[in-house]
């Protein structure tokens, strides 16, 4: 089973910003499309922002997509989130996700901290 991998969470305040990367270790797979989704305590999961491999990618809300930049690095399978202007409710567990390109499946990573103080 491939785990992504993940990195770039921590703690900041608010107004501040963090890079998240996540890459699918050894090039086991191609993806179609990258993305997050991020778990705050007592919360359900929630869809963040998503790229396609082919081009065009999707935020969850407006209130994101005013400060988060999704983008990839094609060569190195990696996906990034740029997220700016950071506020407490986006204390969250972030997770990434790949969609292995032809087979319809998703992978997932091990999560990453991101706590953002007032």
């Known amino acids: 089973q491939v785990q992504l991998v993940e990195s770039g969470g921590g703690l900041v305040q608010a107004g501040e910003s963090l890079r998240l990367s996540c890459t699918v270790p050894?090039?086991?797979?191609?993806?179609?499309?990258m993305g997050w989704y991020r778990q705050a305590p007592g919360k359900e999961r929630e869809f963040v922002a998503a790229l396609r491999w082919s081009g065009g990618s999707e935020y969850g809300t407006e209130a994101v997509k005013d400060r988060f930049t999704i983008s990839r690095d094609r060569v190195k399978n990696t996906v990034y989130l740029q997220m700016n202007s950071l506020k407490p409710e986006d204390t969250a567990v972030y997770y990434c996700f790949a969609n292995r390109a032809g087979w319809g499946d998703r992978y997932w990573g091990q999560g990453t901290q991101v706590t953002v103080s007032s």
């Open positions: 050894g090039r086991t797979f191609s993806p179609s499309a």
